[in-house]
């Protein structure tokens, strides 16, 4: 704290301007995505820009511009990656700016809500029930504040705070209010720190981007291996007469292993997804998120905020003497403590005439509340076991029990002469009424359960409430595996060991009592059996939990903490929202796999054309500006329409092994097809030199290329048939255009060398539609069963 002692009135204006200046204030870097200067290095500095920067240089080189313009890639890869990156960094942090935490401080004596990055050292703050302590400090005023520190010290019982005691970051007001000095702001809170701990080792698993990532690495390895010995053949070879034809050869073979667009592409349908789900109220704070949550085969969600609003309404009053209590319980509502029962009795009972004379406010621990009536007594209102734990013949007491048996909220209201304000319960109480409450079920719970058990993810719901209350609600939404609210299970009676935990976990859902220990320790022991586990929470308690399991789901109205490590947050507080997120998961994944399958056939046939051309001492059957044709006719134009398409297909485990499965036998079908292409032409046309085996090995890998187009395109809608017929008219008009065919792609089109072309690339379709019919057979069967399934 500054040598200036802090007033009631707060800081003034200028202090706060002096301390802005100094830095001293509360903003911590936010972690919503990269800054503009990362996007920029991370899309133009990559090994394979680099690679094509080098061949594109030696390429102009040889003196022919048209082989050069491979290097247009470059500069289309990189000026997509970047500006689709850039709207989506300034969608996502207008959306965190306008979901920011705010705190509410004192400042010349007037109480003024303002964003917590905004909060400076010195500053007053006041704290009211439901608040999250933004700033570490002292206390110099306390009305029954009562703090949840269960973040902090892992003990979920509140702990009451008086005035000169510390309260820190991250920490909940449970009850009353107060006021404390922050002194500990930004870097040196205590929720900043925490924070960087719970994400300090947390990487979302993507499997998109982990079998990405190998298959770079094996193709740069194959690359290393095959690219001397290429630029050697072609040196070696009859066919070359000068150093420009041998270094033009050993490119086009280079430029074609090369997966030029596939990061981009991956990387681009993460954010877009980003960006869709975005508009539906959802943030993503890491893009892969969006892929892991279509694996999850489980989700533990709790009561509070998903299957309800979180909030309670009254039900209905059971007393003899209506008149007195609805005088009482309106002086109850009107409490300066306002905490979610005195705003739903609020909604009730107003206009009493009582007036008050003080009170004890509630409390969790305590479980009930007091407010003193000028001439009137006092009246307690809390839980019924609480109020009388040893009262049992009372006939009202008996019927609180069967309410509550039944699972619901129920609140004993009892009165006593005189003016009580001890927090000690007073031993004369007599019961007055029943008060019945109940939890605003959210209009769309039902639905949302529906649609992840018809997609076969297992749910647990798992909460701190009373098991009959959570199994009520349970039952009332539909939740798979529980009929009746007795099935509940009391985490009390959980067992501690990990494996006898999983095994309760295989047969029951619904679980209430849990502790914030007991929610980690179900995430770890459904992770044990092998489950993708999600986790949505909106306490500071659950903050942990989250970090723990496979993708963490917080709530826009929860605690920043809990925002702070969780990877998705579904803003407006909506659960409704993550089926559209299961959807956007699912699009990318099966799409992505669609992509990746054209790009890694291209790198097999090019890999294949160059061992070949390497054993026979051949020249390369295709120029580089051929292979640009190629490339963009039939996978950079289909692959990123095909990436951003709508598809439900749900997810299958192994998206690199399938993917080789194709790739490799497709790849090689091309790369061979193509040889014997050159060969044929070679035998026809001894003297037809490059131009004409080039021009036959172009038309075979358009067909063959085209043909695994059509396969993966499956099932045919109208835009693909569009599709398809558009870039099978472009490569026609090219073979048919000299202007194009001769000027641009240096092809030497003939009658007799496009016949030869068209009959091989038959062939080699025909094999591909084989091929493809045998892998690609079990992931069709699931297409069709997702568009046989109703969409949520």
């Known amino acids: 704290m500054s040598d200036t002692l802090v007033s009631a009135d707060g800081l003034t204006l200028a202090q706060v301007a002096e301390r802005v200046a100094a830095g001293r204030t509360n903003a911590v870097g936010a972690r919503t995505s990269r800054s503009a200067a990362q996007i920029v290095r991370a899309n133009v500095i990559t090994p394979f820009n680099g690679l094509l920067a080098t061949l594109f240089v030696l390429v102009l080189l040889t003196g022919h511009w048209q082989n050069g313009l491979f290097g247009l890639v470059i500069v289309a890869n990189t000026a997509i990656g970047v500006v689709q990156e850039l709207r989506a960094k300034r969608t996502l942090d207008r959306l965190a700016v306008l979901n920011a935490p705010h705190a509410r401080v004192v400042r010349e004596g007037r109480v003024a809500e303002v964003e917590v990055a905004e909060v400076v050292a010195d500053d007053l703050i006041?704290?009211?029930?439901?608040?999250?302590?933004?700033?570490?400090?002292?206390?110099?005023?306390?009305?029954?504040?009562?703090?949840?520190?269960?973040?902090?010290?892992?003990?979920?019982?509140?702990?009451?705070?008086?005035?000169?005691?510390?309260?820190?970051?991250?920490?909940?007001?449970?009850?009353?209010?107060?006021?404390?000095?922050?002194?500990?702001?930004?870097?040196?809170a205590y929720a900043t720190r925490l924070a960087a701990e719970a994400r300090r080792f947390t990487v979302v698993p993507s499997e998109l981007v982990q079998g990405t990532n190998k298959l770079l690495k094996w193709i740069s390895l194959l690359m290393l291996v095959v690219g001397p010995l290429l630029l050697w053949s072609q040196f070696e070879t009859p066919d070359t007469d000068t150093w420009q034809e041998a270094v033009t050869g050993a490119v086009a073979g280079l430029v074609g292993m090369v997966p030029e667009g596939l990061v981009l592409l991956t990387s681009l349908a993460f954010m877009l997804a980003a960006v869709s789900l975005a508009r539906k109220q959802t943030l993503v704070q890491e893009l892969p998120a969006v892929e892991v949550l279509a694996r999850v085969d489980t989700v533990c969600l709790d009561k509070t905020g998903t299957l309800t609003h979180g909030d309670i309404v009254f039900d209905h009053l059971i007393t003899d003497d209506p008149e007195e209590v609805r005088e009482a319980l309106a002086l109850c509502a009107s409490?300066?403590?306002?905490?979610?029962?005195?705003?739903?009795?609020?909604?009730?009972?107003?206009?009493?005439?009582?007036?008050?004379?003080?009170?004890?406010?509630?409390?969790?621990?305590?479980?009930?509340?007091?407010?003193?009536?000028?001439?009137?007594?006092?009246?307690?209102?809390?839980?019924?076991?609480?109020?009388?734990?040893?009262?049992?013949?009372?006939?009202?007491?008996?019927?609180?029990?069967?309410?509550?048996g039944g699972g619901k909220r129920v609140l004993?209201?009892?009165?006593?002469?005189?003016?009580?304000?001890?927090?000690a319960l007073p031993a004369d109480l007599t019961p007055r009424a029943l008060v019945v409450l109940a939890e605003r079920i959210r209009d769309d719970a039902a639905d949302t359960l529906r649609y992840f058990a018809e997609q076969g993810v297992a749910l647990k719901v798992i909460s701190g409430d009373n098991p009959r209350t959570v199994g009520a609600v349970a039952v009332?939404?539909?939740?798979?595996?529980?009929?009746?609210?007795?099935?509940?299970?009391?985490?009390?009676?959980?067992?501690?060991?990990?494996?006898?935990?999983?095994?309760?976990?295989?047969?029951?859902?619904?679980?209430?009592?849990?502790?914030?220990?007991?929610?980690?320790?179900?995430?770890?022991?459904?992770?044990?059996?092998?489950?993708?586990?999600?986790?949505?929470?909106?306490?500071?308690?659950?903050?942990?939990?989250?970090?723990?399991?496979?993708?963490?789901?917080?709530?826009?109205?929860?605690?920043?903490?809990?925002?702070?490590?969780?990877?998705?947050?579904?803003?407006?507080?909506?659960f409704a929202h993550l089926p559209d997120v299961v959807a956007e998961g699912r699009r990318v994944i099966a799409n992505i796999e669609r992509a990746a399958n054209l790009f890694l056939v291209k790198n097999v046939y090019s890999l294949v054309l160059a061992l070949v051309v390497v054993a026979t001492a051949l020249a390369y059957p295709l120029a580089p500006i051929q292979l640009t044709l190629i490339s963009a006719t039939t996978i950079g134009i289909p692959g990123f329409v095909l990436a951003l398409a709508p598809n439900r297909r749900r997810y299958v485990p192994g998206f690199l092994r399938r993917v080789l499965r194709l790739a490799i036998p497709t790849g090689a079908v091309i790369g061979l097809a193509a040889y014997a292409g050159d060969l044929v032409i070679r035998g026809l046309e001894p003297d037809g030199g490059r131009g004409a085996g080039q021009t036959v090995a172009t038309v075979v890998v358009l067909i063959a290329s085209l043909w695994t187009l059509s396969l993966l395109a499956r099932p045919f809608t109208r835009?693909?048939?569009?599709?398809?017929a558009a870039?099978?008219?472009?490569?026609?008009?090219?073979?048919?255009?000299?202007?194009?065919?001769?000027?641009?792609?240096?092809?030497?089109?003939?009658?007799?060398?496009?016949?030869?072309?068209?009959?091989?690339?038959?062939?080699?379709?025909l094999l591909v539609e084989v091929v493809g019919r045998v892998v690609l057979r079990p992931v069709q069967t699931a297409e069709s069963e997702a568009r046989s399934t109703e969409s949520f």
Request: proline share 5%; charged share 20%; net charge negative.
């Open 126 to 188: 006041e704290l009211r029930t439901g608040d999250q302590v933004v700033a570490d400090g002292a206390l110099t005023a306390s009305a029954g504040l009562e703090i949840d520190e269960s973040l902090l010290t892992g003990e979920s019982d509140p702990v009451a705070k008086d005035r000169g005691d510390e309260v820190r970051s991250g920490s909940i007001v449970v009850a009353g209010s107060g006021r404390f000095v922050a002194t500990g702001v930004g870097a040196d």
């Open 335 to 404: 409490a300066p403590d306002a905490n979610a029962t005195s705003a739903a009795l609020a909604e009730e009972f107003t206009g009493g005439t009582w007036r008050r004379t003080g009170g004890v406010p509630f409390s969790s621990a305590r479980k009930w509340s007091a407010v003193c009536a000028d001439g009137h007594g006092t009246w307690v209102l809390g839980a019924p076991e609480m109020v009388f734990p040893d009262t049992t013949d009372d006939p009202l007491v008996r019927q609180a029990a069967e309410i509550a």
């Open 412 to 423: 004993v209201l009892a009165s006593t002469p005189g003016r009580h304000t001890d927090t």
């Open 476 to 574: 009332s939404v539909g939740v798979p595996g529980i009929e009746h609210a007795t099935e509940a299970v009391d985490a009390r009676t959980l067992p501690e060991d990990p494996d006898a935990l999983a095994e309760v976990l295989e047969h029951k859902v619904v679980f209430g009592r849990v502790t914030p220990q007991q929610k980690r320790a179900i995430v770890g022991a459904l992770q044990r059996k092998g489950h993708v586990v999600a986790m949505t929470g909106d306490g500071v308690n659950d903050a942990m939990a989250l970090k723990d399991a496979d993708i963490g789901v917080a709530m826009g109205n929860g605690a920043p903490a809990t925002r702070a490590v969780a990877q998705l947050v579904l803003l407006d507080s909506r």
């Open 719 to 724: 835009w693909k048939f569009a599709l398809l």
């Open 727 to 765: 870039l099978a008219g472009f490569a026609a008009l090219v073979l048919a255009v000299p202007a194009l065919g001769t000027g641009i792609f240096l092809l030497a089109v003939t009658p007799q060398r496009l016949l030869v072309g068209v009959a091989i690339g038959l062939v080699a379709g």
